[in-house]
């Protein structure tokens, strides 16, 4: 929802009116950042929740806090600069695979070992 007021709060300061998507490059870069975070947020509700439900709810809470100050890095550089999204691009992909790995290992240790 913050990226969402984000963008509107620059479609007033720019002038730019839905549907257009084109138009000032901080409005630009601003909306691309915050349909690049929504693009991957499905990704990472599932990857949270079969992680907090078959390895452990703490851990994957704290890597789900984590990746999300990662996205909000990630939207703050990248509104500034496109250059500034890369650390945090990288930060949040490691924290998604992570999330992966102790998604596939809970459900292999519940499926596999009784």
């Known amino acids: 929802a913050y990226f969402a007021v984000q963008v509107i709060h620059a479609r007033r300061k720019y002038k730019i009116s839905p549907p257009e998507t084109r138009g000032h490059p901080e409005f630009e870069r601003t909306f691309r950042a915050q349909a690049n975070c929504?693009?991957?947020?499905?990704?990472?509700?599932?990857?949270?929740?079969?992680?907090?439900?078959?390895?452990?709810?703490?851990?994957?809470?704290?890597?789900?806090?984590?990746?999300?100050?990662?996205?909000?890095?990630y939207f703050q550089g990248y509104?500034?600069?496109?250059?500034?999204?890369?650390?945090?691009?990288?930060a949040s992909a490691w924290l998604l695979w992570l999330l992966v790995g102790l998604a596939l290992s809970g459900l292999l240790a519940h499926f596999?070992?009784?």
């Not at 599932?46 to 704290?62: D, E, K």
């Not at 509104?79 to 990288?90: D, H, N």
């Open 38 to 73: 929504s693009e991957y947020f499905p990704i990472f509700i599932s990857l949270l929740w079969v992680a907090g439900i078959f390895f452990h709810q703490g851990v994957t809470a704290a890597c789900g806090l984590l990746y999300l100050y990662a996205r909000l890095r």
């Open 112 to 114: 596999l070992w009784p």
């Open 79 to 90: 509104a500034v600069t496109a250059q500034g999204r890369l650390g945090p691009l990288y």
